[in-house]
């Protein structure tokens, strides 16, 4: 499942709950009352073994933010370097990309012509075609780069984390890992973290650090175990009857997520993903090939189109991002139509919203209470709405229009009201939540520059949570390049303390 990468269709719906936490959210008011759905990775390699494996990095200005926000270091020339780390992208190496890394970062395999199609229509509208999303400007319309193998023997699988820092070093005597062991708490001498408490096979069990602790639960996952250890707002942790070891108010807090609306349309081009008759017969051919090959419909990402747009011109940044998709998604693939087709999302790249994360109990095994408040600020609907006014128009535009039968979910052409019904009835994430253990100087901040628990010795959190600021686009690439940059903080960490 998680090498072929077609198979995330059956592992992000959560039903049954396959790698997959399948988190929900608490009800959201900007979005009726429904409760969003958050899928997140249940196996090695997180949640990069059941994404859609695009590489996306950002735009250059998103990295600078975080350096003016007090984030030293972090500007986009500090972080360049550990991008290109990273990276060993099947086009080389040069000054923005690396090509010695693990990370395998790859063109598609087999794009469908229908994606063509997307960037062709989008060309017609004057929107430039980008053959590089990720050397600082991303705005434009092209196809997206993938994490995955384009070495001979892996050709066309997956590359998730695991895959690229994890698998090649297993046997390493330094190196022990526990699977289907859930960490429980962080433990503490004082304000120095000394191990972690984790229950395996029904067993409490503790495992002790001799130098630090490094938290990597993500958005969701890592606020959560610093509450459930005493670490963060006195008002989320004394309630449950949790001791206080140090109050740290930005713990849970500052959560951002990319809101997504998405388009669906049938098509009677079947070559894409849907359900028929015809599609399930060829299925076991498409495995086949993939097999031999590493190519075909197997090798898809599914979101195959990418778009970074301005909603207005006077904008330094593009503030919406499209994927274009060769199947027809609806409610994460949970609701399934027969036929074929194909969709567009568009998300607001840097919303304004502000969610938390926090305690649904003190059990440990209890899923985090997780708060988005998707469209609590006006500014976000109103861009998410001109948005999906640019998809819409991509959508009806030739050679692209040619491939509509019907478009599903909206009958005619909606004016704004219309347009905010829909988005409030059928968004939701398209995740990439981050922030909740943000990093800053400020007095919300829970990491230093450093990603050193503020108040705390020995204890960093490197993952997506410590983005202050959601940045624009994907951030599957961005996380493994802040896991890059904090190795060397480690390290240094370890000589000094060896001086």
């Not at 015809?278 to 898809?300: D, E, Q, V, Y």
Request: hydrophobic fraction near 40%.
């Amino acid at each position: 499942m998680v090498r072929a990468p077609a198979a995330v269709v059956a592992m992000v719906p959560g039903r049954p709950k396959i790698n997959n936490w399948a988190f929900e959210t608490v009800p959201q008011p900007g979005l009726n009352g429904r409760k969003g759905y958050q899928p997140r990775g249940k196996t090695l390699g997180g949640s990069s073994a059941i994404n859609a494996m695009l590489y996306i990095r950002g735009h250059a200005g998103d990295y600078d933010e975080w350096a003016d926000l007090g984030c030293t270091g972090w500007n986009w020339e500090a972080v360049l370097p550990y991008f290109k780390r990273s990276e060993n992208n099947v086009r080389g190496g040069d000054d923005a990309h690396g090509a010695d890394g693990p990370l395998q970062v790859s063109n598609q395999k087999s794009p469908r012509p229908i994606t063509r199609a997307f960037i062709e229509a989008g060309k017609a509208l004057q929107i430039r075609e980008v053959a590089d999303f990720n050397a600082g400007d991303n705005e434009g319309i092209g196809e997206y780069q993938v994490t995955q193998f384009h070495r001979a023997d892996k050709n066309g699988e997956r590359c998730s984390a695991a895959a690229a820092y994890l698998h090649p070093v297993m046997a390493r005597k330094n190196l022990t890992v526990l699977t289907k062991a859930h960490a429980t708490k962080v433990l503490f001498d004082g304000k120095r973290a000394t191990g972690v408490a984790y229950r395996q096979a029904g067993s409490d069990k503790q495992v002790m650090a001799r130098r630090e602790v490094v938290l990597c639960g993500g958005a969701f996952n890592s606020p959560q175990l610093l509450q459930l250890s005493g670490v963060g707002r006195r008002e989320d942790i004394e309630p449950h009857g949790i001791d206080m070891v140090h109050e740290l108010p930005g713990v849970g807090q500052n959560l951002q997520d990319h809101l997504d609306f998405t388009l669906s349309y049938k098509s009677k081009d079947r070559d894409n993903f849907g359900i028929s008759l015809p599609g399930s017969l060829s299925l076991l051919k498409h495995i086949a090939n993939w097999r031999k090959t590493g190519k075909g419909m197997i090798a898809t990402p599914f979101a195959e189109g990418a778009a970074f747009l301005k909603t207005a011109s006077h904008l330094e940044r593009a503030d919406v991002q499209l994927h274009f998709v060769i199947s027809i998604v609806d409610d994460h693939a949970r609701n399934l139509h027969l036929g074929h087709g194909f969709s567009c999302h568009v998300c607001v790249l840097r919303p304004k919203s502000r969610g938390s994360v926090g305690l649904n109990s003190p059990d440990p095994m209890a899923a985090p209470r997780i708060d988005p408040q998707f469209l609590s600020d006006p500014e976000d609907l109103a861009t998410l709405i001109k948005g999906a006014r640019k998809m819409r128009q991509i959508m009806q535009t030739a050679p692209l229009a040619g491939y509509i039968h019907k478009e599903l979910f909206i009958a005619e052409e909606p004016d704004d009201a219309a347009l905010e019904q829909h988005i409030r009835a059928r968004s939701d994430t398209i995740y990439h939540p981050v922030g909740t253990c943000k990093m800053g100087q400020d007095d919300m901040a829970v990491v230093d520059p450093d990603l050193n628990v503020r108040g705390m010795e020995g204890l960093r959190v490197v993952d997506a949570s410590v983005m202050p600021r959601l940045i624009g686009g994907n951030t599957n690439a961005p996380t493994i390049m802040i896991a890059e940059k904090a190795a060397d903080m480690i390290r240094a960490s370890a000589a000094r303390a060896a001086e």
